[in-house]
C-alpha cells in the first residue's frame, strides 16, 4: 500500500503560473526576476492558506534556476532545482519564526549570512512567521535587513503584519495576498478531482470552497475527508452531511413560509433545523445571510457579488422576484437585531421565535402602511397619525349629502338646495387639513350619517379608498381586521405613509362639532379617564384630577392646582386631556385651564394665650365656661 499524501501537500503548486487567486503578485514578481530588480527583503503577508509560502519558494527557487524558462518560471530539472525539490540546497534556508524568535537565533542567521552561496547567484532566506520573533530578536535583524550583502534576498512571511515593527516594514518590498474566490477554488477543485478520478458535482465543490472562507489549505483538507466519507463520490448532500452545514433548501423552504404568513410552518421548520443539532445562533446568521443574497440577486448589477454555484443562483432568482425589496430589508433588520440580542438572552430559543413571527408580520404591515391605514391614537401615546383622505365626490348629490351629514342632521340635510350642498362640501374639504375631524367613539352615526347603499357601493369601488385588502390568513398569521405593531424599520421604508418619528410633539384635535355637554356627562367622561391614567401608572395626573373638582363653566374647565409642579403636569398633559375629552364628548370647543390655589399663611399658636384664642374660635362657649367659674390663663 502506497502512502497517502494530502491533496495540500501533493498539488501544491510548483510553478508561479500554478498559483491560485494571486496572479496580482506573481506577475510582479515574475517582471522584477525578468528585469533583475529583485529587491533584498520581500514580505508576503495575508491570512491563512492563501499561497504566501508557496509563492516564497517558488521565488527562491526561479531566482537560482540556472536554465529558467521563458516564462521566467523555473525549469526544475537543473542541480540547483532539484537540490531544492529534495530538501537539500545549500543556497536557500527556511527558518520558523515561531520556535527561532529569540536573538540568539538571529544572530546565528547574521553570521551564516557573511558566508557567500556555495551554489547558484543568490542566498536566500525565507523566514515564516515573522511575526513570532520578540523586539529585541527585531532589533538585532535590523541592520542586517537594510543593508543585507549582495548575494543574500530575505523573504518574510505572516499572518498578523500589524504586529511587525515598522522600521521592518519600511526595509522590505510588501505584498498583500487576497483570500482566494469561491470560483477559482471550486475550479482547483474540481481539476484536482478530474486527476484522481473522483467524482464531483459543482453544488458540492461550492459549498466547500464557501465553508474554507479564502484558505484554499482548508479547502483541500476538507475535500480529503468528503472524499473519504463519500467513497469517492463528492455530492452537495455528501458535502452537508459531512460538515454539519445547514442546508439551502431550509432557508428557501423558511423563505417561503415567511412570505405566505404561514407562521405556524415557520416554526415547525426552525423546530426541525434545531433537532438536526444546529445552533440558533448559527441559524439566524445563516438566515441573515439568505435575506442578503436575496436582496443582491435583485439586481442583475450585483448578481456577481453571489459567491454559490449556477443552480442555487437561479433559485435566489426566482425567490427573489417574490419578496419586495421592503420586506428583505426590513427582514433583515430583524434578523440582524435577533442576532446582536442572541448571546445576552436568557431564553435564546424564544429570541430567534419572537424574530421569525415578526417576519411573517411584515407582509401585512407594508400594505397597511401603503394604504394609509388610520389607527385613531390612544389616550396619552401624543404621536400623530395619518389620515386618510377626504371622500371625494363621484358626481352625485348623494355621495355630497353624505360627506355634509357629519355637521348636519339629515332633518336639515333634506331641506337644503344642491347648489348649497356642494358649496357646503367644498368648503369642508378645503378646510380638511387644518381641522381634522375624528369619528365618534360612542355614536358613530352622528358622524358617519346614513349614507344610502348606492353610495356605499360607489365608495367601496373608488380606487382611493382606505379599506385595507383581505389577506388570506391561517393559524398563527394575522387577521386582516387585525391592528399590526408597527416595526422600526417600516417607518424609515414607507415614511410617506406610517407613524410620524419619535419625538414629535402631540397636536390638538381639531374639529367643528360643539355639541351641548352637561355636568354629568362630563364628570363621567373625566373620571373614565382619570382611572384609565391609574392603569397606566401615571400617578401624578390622576391623584390632580380627583384630588380637586372639576368646574365645567361652558366650554372651559377650570381645575385647581396646589403648586407651579401641578401646573406643569398638567400643562405638558392638556393636549391629551382634551383629545380624549372632545372625542367622547364629540365638542371640539373644549378647553382646560389650570387654577392656582391661593395659600393663606397662618402661624401655629405657640403661648397658652395664643391656644385659648384658637379654641374659642372653634367653641366660643369655652370663653363664657371661664368667665362663669372665673377661670384665669397660666
Known amino acids: 500500500m502506497d502512502n497517502f499524501i494530502v491533496s495540500a501537500r501533493k498539488y501544491r503548486p510548483i510553478t508561479f503560473d500554478s498559483v491560485v487567486g494571486q496572479q496580482h503578485i506573481t506577475g510582479t514578481l515574475k517582471n522584477a526576476i525578468h528585469n533583475n530588480q529583485l529587491a533584498q527583503a520581500f514580505l508576503f ?18 531566482i537560482n534556476c540556472e536554465n529558467i524558462l521563458p516564462g521566467t518560471e523555473p525549469c526544475g530539472d537543473c542541480d540547483s532545482c532539484k537540490s531544492f525539490q529534495n530538501g537539500n540546497s545549500f543556497s ?12 540568539d537565533d538571529i544572530r546565528n542567521l547574521i553570521d551564516q549570512v557573511r558566508i557567500p552561496p556555495q551554489a547558484g547567484k543568490y542566498k536566500i532566506y525565507i523566514i515564516d512567521e515573522v511575526h513570532m520573533l520578540s523586539q529585541a530578536a527585531f532589533n538585532a535583524f535590523l541592520k542586517t535587513l537594510e543593508e543585507p550583502p549582495s548575494y543574500a534576498i530575505f523573504i518574510l512571511a505572516t499572518t498578523e503584519k500589524h504586529k511587525i515593527l515598522p522600521t521592518i516594514l519600511s526595509r522590505c518590498q510588501i505584498f498583500d495576498f487576497n483570500r482566494i474566490k469561491v470560483e477559482d477554488m471550486a475550479g482547483h ?4 478531482a478530474d486527476r484522481e478520478s473522483i467524482a464531483y458535482d459543482q453544488d458540492g465543490l461550492h459549498i466547500i470552497a464557501q465553508k474554507a472562507d479564502g484558505g484554499l489549505r482548508d479547502a483541500l ?32 423552504k423558511l423563505t417561503d413560509a415567511i412570505l405566505a404568513e404561514d407562521a405556524a410552518q415557520t416554526l415547525l421548520t426552525f423546530n426541525e433545523i434545531l433537532n438536526h443539532g444546529f445552533d440558533g445562533s448559527h441559524f439566524i446568521a445563516g438566515l441573515s445571510a439568505h435575506f442578503r443574497n436575496l436582496l443582491v440577486a435583485k439586481e ?9 454555484s449556477d443552480t442555487i443562483r437561479q433559485k435566489y432568482l426566482k425567490q427573489s422576484q417574490i419578496a419586495s425589496a421592503g420586506f428583505l430589508l426590513s427582514a433583515l433588520n430583524i434578523s440582524n437585531q435577533c442576532e446582536i440580542n442572541y448571546k445576552t438572552s436568557k431564553n435564546q430559543r424564544l429570541q430567534v421565535e419572537l424574530a421569525l413571527l415578526k417576519m411573517c408580520h411584515i407582509t401585512s404591515a407594508i400594505k397597511l402602511s401603503q394604504l394609509g391605514q388610520v389607527q385613531v391614537p390612544s389616550v396619552g401615546e401624543g404621536v400623530k397619525k395619518k389620515l386618510p383622505d377626504p371622500v371625494k365626490s363621484v358626481g352625485n348629490e348623494t355621495t355630497s349629502a353624505t360627506v355634509l351629514s357629519n355637521n348636519t342632521t339629515p332633518a336639515n340635510a333634506n331641506h337644503q338646495s344642491p347648489a348649497h350642498v356642494n358649496t357646503t362640501e367644498r368648503a369642508v374639504s378645503s378646510a380638511q ?26 365608495i367601496k369601488n373608488d380606487g382611493n379608498s382606505n379599506t385595507p385588502p383581505k389577506v388570506k390568513k391561517g393559524g398563527w398569521g394575522a387577521s386582516a381586521a387585525t391592528i399590526i405593531p408597527s416595526l422600526p424599520d417600516l417607518n424609515t421604508i414607507y415614511d410617506n405613509h406610517a407613524v410620524a418619528k419619535e419625538g414629535d410633539e402631540p397636536e390638538l384635535i381639531g374639529g367643528t362639532e360643539a355639541r351641548e355637554v352637561t355636568f354629568n356627562q362630563f364628570i363621567a367622561v373625566w373620571n373614565a379617564y382619570a382611572e384609565q391614567l391609574k392603569g397606566e401608572n401615571k400617578i401624578n395626573l390622576y391623584t390632580m384630577m380627583t384630588a380637586m373638582a372639576p368646574r365645567l363653566k361652558g366650554t372651559l374647565i377650570e381645575i385647581d392646582v396646589e403648586n407651579a409642579v401641578q401646573m406643569d403636569v398638567l400643562q405638558s398633559a392638556k393636549v391629551d386631556v382634551l383629545n380624549y375629552l372632545r372625542v367622547k364628548l364629540q365638542n371640539f370647543a ?35 365656661l371661664r368667665k362663669e367659674f372665673n377661670l384665669g390663663l397660666s
Open 45 to 62: 503577508c495575508g491570512p491563512r492558506g492563501v499561497g504566501k509560502t508557496t509563492c516564497a519558494r517558488i521565488l527562491a527557487k526561479t
Open 590 to 624: 373644549l378647553d382646560l385651564q389650570g387654577v392656582m390655589m391661593e395659600h393663606t399663611v397662618s402661624r401655629k399658636p405657640y403661648t397658652s394665650q395664643e391656644k385659648y384664642q384658637a379654641m374659642v374660635t372653634k367653641n366660643p362657649l369655652l370663653d363664657t
Open 300 to 308: 442583475p448589477a450585483t448578481l456577481k457579488l453571489l459567491e454559490v
Open 189 to 192: 477543485l474540481a481539476g484536482i
Open 221 to 252: 483538507s476538507m475535500f480529503d475527508q468528503i472524499v473519504s466519507f463519500s467513497n469517492k463520490n463528492v455530492t452537495y448532500q455528501a458535502v452537508i452531511d459531512n460538515l454539519n452545514i445547514l442546508d439551502y433548501d431550509y432557508y428557501f
Open 92 to 103: 536557500i534556508h527556511e527558518l520558523d519564526a515561531a520556535s527561532n524568535n529569540s536573538v
Open 433 to 458: 387639513p387644518a381641522a381634522i375631524n375624528y369619528p365618534s367613539a360612542t355614536s358613530p352615526e352622528a358622524t358617519i350619517g346614513h349614507p344610502t347603499s348606492a353610495t356605499k357601493t360607489e
